[in-house]
């Protein structure tokens, strides 16, 4: 039997109906500015650490039970690479 990558992973995110990944900015109050990571299927934790090990000074929460990741600040374009960068 193969054992591919996709059965190890431990979480994926799917894409929205345009085929985009859910990384969206939020803004609230004026100047609070913060990006979202939605329809995170799996462990949230997992994929937190590791988007923690690659880019360390982020500064992210997992939200539970929607399983979706708020970052502070605009950090869209470089998460969405990111994702990219490893087939999502």
């Given at each position: 039997m193969k054992i591919t990558s996709k059965a190890l992973q431990l979480y994926s995110i799917a894409?929205?109906?345009t085929n985009n990944l859910p990384v969206?900015?939020?803004y609230k109050r004026g100047n609070q500015i913060s990006t979202i990571i939605r329809k995170v299927e799996g462990d949230g934790k997992s994929l937190k650490q590791d988007i923690l090990t690659d880019?360390?000074?982020l500064d992210?929460?997992?939200k539970l039970p929607k399983n979706q990741l708020y970052i502070n600040?605009?950090?869209s374009?470089?998460?969405r690479q990111w994702l990219e960068s490893r087939h999502f």
């Open positions: 894409r929205s109906r969206y900015t939020e880019i360390p000074y992210i929460k997992l600040g605009d950090h374009r470089q998460l």
